[in-house]
């Protein structure tokens, strides 16, 4: 069983920076992959980065890209989004999830959190 708890979000103008950060209990965190996904007022949640147990690998999604690094540290069990250069539409829920596959579909993790705000004014 794995807890998760995310914290850093706020309010920020565009072009502004946050990071993320996602706590979790257990001590099976490392042989978890973990995942950052976003649901914004009347739409679908959506993947927006992922990072394999070991930290090796990671993937973003393209509407993210080049703007926003998931890293973590599996000693303090915590995984991070920092989001820089940030526009209107990042404006979301912030999700964490981990899962024991390294994957950008949501249905591939197992526990979430329960979310932190962004949001972007322009």
């Known amino acids: 069983q794995v807890q998760l708890v995310e914290s850093g979000g706020g309010s920020v103008q565009a072009g502004g920076s946050l990071r993320l950060s996602c706590a979790a209990s257990?001590?099976?965190?490392?042989?978890?992959?973990m995942g950052w996904f976003r649901q914004a007022p009347g739409k679908e949640r959506e993947f927006v980065a992922a990072?394999?147990?070991?930290?090796?690998?990671?993937i973003q999604a393209d509407s993210v890209k080049g703007r926003f690094t998931i890293s973590r540290d599996n000693a303090k069990r915590t995984v991070y989004l920092q989001m820089n250069s940030l526009k209107p539409e990042d404006t979301a829920v912030y999700y964490c999830?981990?899962?024991?596959?390294?994957?950008?579909?949501?249905?591939?993790?197992?526990?979430w959190g329960q979310g932190t705000q962004v949001t972007v004014s322009s």
């Open positions: 257990g001590r099976t965190f490392s042989s978890y992959a």
């Open positions: 990072i394999s147990w070991s930290g090796g690998s990671t």
């Open positions: 999830a981990a899962g024991r596959l390294f994957r950008v579909s949501g249905t591939a993790y197992d526990y």
